[in-house]
């Protein structure tokens, strides 16, 4: 069974910065390329960021591209968001999600929340 563990969500201010940690644990680490997704209250589920298996590509929704940053240390089985520039309309619950190649995000995390104050 896999296993994924967000932390690091939090109450800030316009402009401040956070950093998303997510856990996976229960299969190989590298066996799957990584996402951060978000939900706004009352809004759609939205595509955040993901980053291939080896670390060495990522992609990012046009709303937070030069903003944040997704990585991820394949030795401590952890993929990060590093958030900057913070905006009130980035409140949301953050979900790291993983993805086998081929397949879609088949296993998700529990969220974490973030509030961004104007």
């Known amino acids: 069974q896999v296993q994924l563990v967000e932390s690091g969500g939090g109450l800030v201010q316009a402009g401040d910065s956070l950093r998303l940690s997510c856990v996976v644990s229960?299969?190989?680490?590298?066996?799957?390329?990584m996402g951060w997704f978000r939900q706004a209250p009352g809004k759609e589920s939205e595509f955040v960021a993901t980053?291939?298996?080896?670390?060495?590509?990522?992609i990012y929704a046009d709303s937070v591209k030069g903003r944040f940053t997704i990585s991820r240390d394949n030795a401590k089985n952890t993929v990060f968001l590093q958030m900057n520039s913070l905006k009130p309309e980035d409140t949301a619950v953050y979900y790291c999600?993983?993805?086998?190649?081929?397949?879609?995000?088949?296993?998700w995390g529990q969220g974490t929340q973030v509030t961004v104050s104007s």
């Open positions: 999600a993983a993805q086998v190649v081929g397949k879609g995000y088949d296993y």
């Open positions: 229960g299969r190989p680490f590298t066996s799957y390329a």
């Open positions: 980053v291939t298996r080896s670390g060495g590509r990522t």
